[in-house]
């Protein structure tokens, strides 16, 4: 019995550290690449997992998508600096977690900033990429707007799917506009969104 129980203490104690000192190296790394501070700390002493100079990132592995948003809002609120989340991605599980992730960013118009380290994620390329016959404007769509479902890809009018918002920005596409992103910092504190 004792045996057992000392095993099991030991998988505890092995197991526990696993995420915090990857989360630790993904910081170290990725943070001073952004031109960040890792680990800054605010004037009620709470700690910013990485500050930039427009940003407040804070580092979650794929399952705790959801308190990155709140930690992330928070620290935006406490910095004044952009809300931002790095979602650490170690299995198959955690790519489907980075997508709703980025569904529930666009749906409820948080303007977090989405990034992802550890597995190469390949994202879905379900951007449309709309360009307006008549004026030539240039506009994308996301899943969860408006004017989603209704915007079809032509590519005989140059219309075409992009794999992220950065690709289609550099293309030349401005971002559909019907609502505006909801910033922490207009709102006087932290309101839930979602």
């Known amino acids: 019995m004792k045996k057992i129980a000392l095993t099991f203490i030991i998988c505890l ?3 526990a550290p696993v995420h915090a000192m990857q989360e630790a190296d993904y910081k170290k790394d990725w943070c001073p690449k ?3 501070e890792v680990d800054y700390q ?3 002493k709470s700690t910013v997992d990485c500050l930039t100079d427009t940003h407040a990132i804070e580092f979650e592995v794929g399952a ?3 308190p990155a948003i709140r930690k992330s809002r928070s620290s935006s609120v406490k910095t004044g600096k952009e809300p931002g989340v790095v979602l650490i991605i170690e299995t198959e599980a955690d790519k489907k977690h980075l997508m709703t992730l980025r569904k529930i960013n666009e749906k409820r118009r948080l303007a977090i ?3 992802s380290v550890g597995l190469d994620v390949e994202l879905p390329c379900d951007i ?3 360009i307006n016959p008549q004026s030539g404007e240039k506009i994308y769509h996301h899943i969860g707007q408006q004017m ?3 915007s079809v890809v032509n590519p005989r009018h140059g219309d075409t799917w992009f794999c992220s918002y950065e690709e289609a920005e550099e293309a030349g596409f401005k971002p559909f506009v019907k609502a505006k992103p909801v910033h922490p910092q207009t709102l006087g504190g932290i309101r839930e969104m979602y």
């Open 13 to 15: 104690m092995a197991a």
């Open 34 to 36: 952004h031109n960040g």
């Open 42 to 44: 605010t004037h009620d």
């Open 64 to 66: 705790n998508w959801n």
């Open 113 to 115: 900033k989405i990034w």
């Open 128 to 130: 449309k990429g709309d």
């Open 148 to 150: 989603y479902d209704a």
